[in-house]
């Protein structure tokens, strides 16, 4: 993920340079992407079994179900991307525990 950043000097950067401040920006980025595919499998799960129950009744069949967390950094990172439906048959083989019934 790129991140352009645009530094006017001043004393709100606390003295560090635009590579700095894109350096410190993205571990921070990073460590947080981290902390949220850590407890992906559990949340994806938790979604399905929701998903599942809900059902969808006759005027619609539930078809995935992703949690909102995976979902956001999805479209963050990719904007569009769930709307796309190549990107979902994409993401639903590469996340076989999203697919909610065959």
Known sequence: ??????????KRSGGMSGDEIARYLSKKVEAEA?????????????????GKSVGGGKNFRAVRSVDVTTYLRHEIERPG??????????????????????
Do not use: H, W
């Open 81 to 102: 991307c769930m709307s796309d439906p190549e990107y979902c048959r994409d993401f639903a083989k590469t996340n076989p525990e999203t697919v909610i019934g065959s």
């Open 34 to 50: 981290r902390r949220e595919k850590a407890g992906y499998k559990q949340r994806a799960l938790a979604a399905r079994k929701y």
């Open 1 to 10: 993920m790129s991140l352009n950043i645009i530094v006017k000097g001043g």
